[in-house]
């Protein structure tokens, strides 16, 4: 549980922050569009041609050349619907024109793995299939003063027709800002997840407000539930890609705020009309959340996180829509939301528990630290024998606690995590010829566990 570089890391993150590279264009003109589109299609794999670019290419024939000038004008500040069209656009345009080609594929490698850790048929037993959205969200790269953010799967299909959601972060993470892809699994792991089966957020929200009540934490409750889509999504981003998660949150939010507001910690008070939990919240419910994952160390890890959470915390700006808290309150109202969230039995899952569902283990430790060797080591190709079993969250998480050790190479380290990310994406089913819909569907039942033979 090495941090000792975690400024460095967030130096890193203020280089991202300050970095006003907008992207590629937008696709302002519609029958330039049109044409680009149709041209992407082959570069495609068959389920996101069917369940993104064809929906894509009707509502484009539905809108018409004005029809798709009055959205723009509609939305100047690319906010709600001239934002989505376009957002759209760019996954299709990104991929199919090889923007940033060993970045995007990298992004696309760890959102297609997130979103398959918790919706896979391997790891969803017992649980009915989503309601919404059962392929992985596509990428693109833009608006960075948004930083990264989703439109989920259900805003997708409701206004475009469209299977998958979509994910962004600001084209500087293609280069730098390593802490900031630890946050892909809030946007993945959390939102998109939270909002493909119907009724799961509003059931957290209700749960989590029940018991804080029951600890006599009544106004908490209702703050914390009023923002269950940015609270749950912290957790299941942790559940997704265990500690780094966690450790990445507070250093990326340090830097953002050293970046934007010249003071490197974690902000203590939250307005009423901001849908995120205050800074400081979020850092309690990330070491409790930790604290409930199912490997060796998630205690160790989450006193690391809770002692780094806790230097940031100044009691008289402890101020949650408009009303002072105890210290001692937030905190304590943060352990008991991570229990809620990660135990609590839900009628939108069966019966079942998000930890339950996904959980990180000793076994994802193990890969971890084999990675973690891989990148400090930097040696060439990754060899089939070492990425079976392994994913991108295990890439990621060991990308993320080999920079926050003493001594290392930030910036190395990302551009060999992002190579080897490119390469696992080279390999995954998902992006070939078949209908594949998660890489982890593809594996046999064997009926003994025979030994390897040496050839």
């Known amino acids: 549980m090495d941090i000792r570089n975690l400024p460095a890391c967030i130096q890193d993150i203020v280089l991202a922050a300050q970095d006003t590279d907008p992207g590629p264009a937008e696709p302002l003109d519609y029958h330039q569009l049109r044409g680009r589109i149709e041209a992407a299609r082959m570069t495609l794999p068959p389920l996101y041609r069917d369940e993104v670019l064809v929906p894509f290419l009707r509502i484009l024939d539905k809108l018409g050349a004005q029809g798709f000038a009055d959205v723009l004008l509609r939305d100047p500040k690319r906010e709600r619907e001239a934002g989505l069209l376009i957002d759209a656009a760019h996954t299709i345009l990104q991929n199919g024109e090889n923007y940033q080609l060993v970045a995007t594929d990298a992004f696309e490698e760890v959102v297609s793995d997130l979103y398959d850790g918790f919706l896979s048929a391997e790891d969803r037993r017992n649980v009915k299939p989503p309601d919404r959205g059962i392929i992985p969200p596509l990428v693109k790269w833009g608006n960075p003063q948004f930083g990264p953010y989703t439109w989920p799967v259900d805003v997708t299909r409701s206004v475009l027709g469209m299977g998958a959601g979509v994910v962004s972060l600001p084209p500087a993470h293609a280069r730098v800002g390593l802490l900031a892809w630890s946050a892909l699994g809030h946007e993945v792991g959390g939102h998109d997840i939270l909002h493909a089966d119907d009724g799961l957020p509003e059931e957290l929200a209700s749960a989590v407000n029940e018991h804080l009540q029951a600890g006599k934490l009544a106004s908490l409750g209702n703050y914390w539930s009023e923002r269950i889509d940015e609270t749950a999504s912290d957790v299941l981003g942790i559940l997704n890609m265990g500690p780094a998660a966690g450790m990445g949150l507070i250093g990326y939010f340090r830097g953002l705020n050293l970046a934007f507001h010249g003071e490197g910690r974690l902000r203590n008070g939250g307005r009423a009309s901001d849908p995120h939990p205050a800074d400081i919240l979020r850092g309690f419910l990330a070491a409790y959340a930790v604290s409930r994952l199912r490997f060796d160390h998630a205690a160790e890890w989450s006193q690391v996180i809770l002692d780094e ?81 392994i994913y991108a969250a295990h890439l990621v998480a060991a990308g993320v606690t080999a920079a926050l050790a003493a001594e290392a190479d930030v910036r190395r380290i990302f551009d060999r995590m992002i190579r080897l990310l490119k390469q696992m994406h080279d390999r995954n089913p998902s992006w070939g010829p078949l209908f594949i819909r998660h890489r982890s569907d593809v594996a046999p039942h064997f009926l003994y566990p025979y030994p390897r033979r040496r050839v």
């Open 309 to 389: 959470v806790r230097r940031d915390v100044v009691p008289e700006e402890l101020v949650l829509a408009g009303k002072k808290v105890d210290p001692e309150d937030a905190r304590r109202s943060a352990e008991l939301v991570a229990e809620v969230i990660v135990s609590s039995k839900l009628n939108a899952l069966e019966g079942h528990s998000l930890g339950s569902i996904q959980t990180w283990r000793n076994s994802d430790e193990e890969k971890v630290q084999e990675m973690r060797r891989l990148l400090v080591s930097g040696l060439g190709a990754l060899p089939d024998a070492v990425t079976e079993g």
